[in-house]
């Protein structure tokens, strides 16, 4: 069992039932799984660069990445139906406590220019949106072993009732916000 998980169980679930005065643990709010998803863009077409995210992603996970397909063509974007366009991944348990440890504490202190997440970027159902315009901010990723600079996108997805509830979890399991 990790820090945060332990944190999580110790202090956290005990302050979360006292603000929203809940009786039953098993309806405290908590994090169910981590997504993270990768689109490949321009790079669709270049089996080298979709091996490369891959690797990225695998690395940055621990575990393999489930590639997306095209629903449909269209001609505007030279798709076609069923051509790979992205790749994601879902954490749950360890790896997602791992994830979201690591994110807190390493990588957003590495983001260049962070000034603290946006409330907005929880939905109303409690689950936190977070865009990274480059992986390299990742210290799992090594920026030498990638030619290009790609982004993705980070889900953390909650068992919360509404936004109120979403936002005091990841307060306190660390996330910054803007003030």
Sequence with gaps: MNSLQEKYN????SKLKEKFSLKNTMVVPRVTKVVVNVGFGRFSKEKEHISKIEKALRELS??????TKAKKS???FKLREGMIIGAMVTLRKERMYDFVEKLVSITFPRVRDFRGLNTSSIDQAGNLNIGFKEHTSFPEI???DSDNVFSLEATLVTNTKNRE???ELFKLLGFPFKK
């Design 62 to 67: 621990g575990q393999k990445p489930v590639f």
């Design 10 to 13: 110790q202090e956290i679930i």
């Design 165 to 167: 509830q979403g936002l």
């Design 142 to 144: 090594g920026i030498e």
């Design 74 to 76: 269209i001609s505007a």
